[in-house]
């Protein structure tokens, strides 16, 4: 069975190297390496690109140089054009989230998506946008509507990645010690109790069973590593200690 191919990139008529470069980092950052590219205004292949990919280069090896857009779509079944402004053209509009999880819809039926974005300046036009099966609009501020063509790469590809890839959406590491464990957290709470209650902190008597309750649920809330645990219960020895020199 053939492995599904990730969409492609084409960028029409851009107009500068360090923007294709750019671009090429930003696909390759979430695994995106099929670029091609219309009628570049400064010509192929750009020195200036090639500085910008910095560890991207690849993509701009393999990119495929095509005169028309018509050319670099002619192989999709799926055609997805970024754009900022209304056409009048009557089309879906999708979210870069709703055209990724298309994207990867139409690519695991084992068809071919293409991604297409305009120039810098004033971005695709309407016959381009024409060819397209449906639109990618970002939710910018609508006053400032105008986003780098490297920054749009980034965001759609950043959303392929989301649909298709691991993305973890929280992370907590120890660092250098391990989790602590319920034990070790109930005898953190146990000397903390033992100790503030000599100190007469659960004052007064029918208000100290609900004092001690939030303070195990303080203790169960805090991610608490084995070290925290150990620095908690020597801050505690401490203070016991000056108030017994005192």
Known sequence: MTEPVPPVFVLVRPQMGENIGAAARAMWNFGLDRMRIVAPRDGWPNEKAVAMASGAGRLLDEAQLTETMAEAVADCTLVLA???????????????????????ERIAAGEKVAVVFGPERAGLENEEIARANAIISVPVNPVFASLNLAQCVLLVAYEWMRRTGEVVHELREPGGSEWANAEEIEKLGDHYEERMAAAGF????????????????????????????RMLHGVLRQMVRWKERG
Do not use: I, Y
């Not at 209304?86 to 989230?97: F, H, I, N, Q």
């Not at 004052?203 to 608490?224: C, I, T």
């Open 82 to 104: 970024t754009t900022a402004r209304p056409r009048g053209l009557t089309k879906p509009v999708l979210s870069p989230e709703r055209a990724m999880a298309l994207a990867a």
């Open 202 to 229: 659960f004052f007064p008597d029918h208000k100290a069973e609900s004092m001690k309750l939030n303070l195990r649920n303080l203790w169960s809330r805090m991610p608490l590593t084995q070290a925290d645990v």
